[in-house]
């Protein structure tokens, strides 16, 4: 069994679902090399053979859209290294990468993987549709690497105590036109707060908060909590937080130790963003509401009053 894991580098280091993707390679057991794109270091290598890397292919990115050169890299080292699995994160470069060589290999690509297990006839992929209700069971037929793509915290990222791995310079193709696209500015949004998709304790607003201005209370409770700030996808839409705050199908996965859902409905394309969280909470005045399908303690109430009563609360423990 040999499991490649494909790394973007993201602020000099490799990116989280890089570490997650190598937990499961641990898991499979056999060879495990790290496609490394971007600008390596021996810390940043050093990482990845804690995390159980052996080898590293490393290709520095220049000022063109990575994606192409990467894949047609990628394709012409599995030519000869001839890995059984490729597996990616799912952020918009790996994706990127997974599709260019899903067509230079010949290989499909299966994504949303929640896991991957070996049996006598091959590897399974284990993936969830419908938002999140029903689980499908795959396999990559015919020869060459199945091409995985797995979704934000399906595995844990650990360190395994590996020692450094062999680093091996990998030359940037020519890739002709598709490489011509180049990156003109990039953009970070400034967070404040925990990192949402990190932080232990995620306090969510919905719809029935009623407005933007209303939403501060859902910041005050965060804040007091020392919590991240998450939301739905109505929330969002109707502008009362940015984009980086959604949680669900289409926003980020998070799998917090506390997840206080406040006036959400429990749409399934929230829950499989969140259901995830040791422990739910949910606060909603329809006692038939979805969320209270998946909470592990639920309030039946107004959040307008559940809300300022918890603040008051915690402001009055000082
Ligand atoms: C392709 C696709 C992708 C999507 N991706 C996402 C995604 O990533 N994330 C996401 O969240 N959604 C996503 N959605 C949207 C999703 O289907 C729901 O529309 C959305 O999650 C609903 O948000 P909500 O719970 O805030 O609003 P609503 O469904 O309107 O629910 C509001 C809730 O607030 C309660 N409420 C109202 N007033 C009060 C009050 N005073 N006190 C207490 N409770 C109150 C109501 O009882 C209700 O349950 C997606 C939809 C599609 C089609």
Known sequence: ????????????????????????ARELGGDIAVFYLGAGSNDAFAVLGDH??????????????????????????AGSEAPD????GMGNTERDVAGRLSVRLGRPVLANAVDITADEDGLVVTNEILGGTTRVASRSTGDGAAIVITRPKAFTAEPAGGGVPEVVAVASPDVGHAGEAGVLERHEEVAEGPDLEAADVVVSGGRGIGSGDEFEMIDRLAELLGAAVGATRAVVDAGWVPYSYQVGQTGKTVKPTIYLACAISGAMQHLVGMKDSSTIIAINKDPDAPIFGVADLGIVGDVHKVVPALIEALEARG
């Open 1 to 24: 069994m040999k499991t490649w894991v494909f790394a973007e580098a993201r602020d000099g280091a490799a990116a989280a679902n890089a570490l997650e993707g190598l937990a499961k």
């Open 52 to 77: 159980g890397a052996t080898s590293v292919y490393h290709l520095p990115a220049g000022e063109s859209l990575p994606a192409p050169a990467a894949a047609a890299a990628m394709a012409e080292l």
């Open 85 to 88: 699995l490729i597996l990616f």
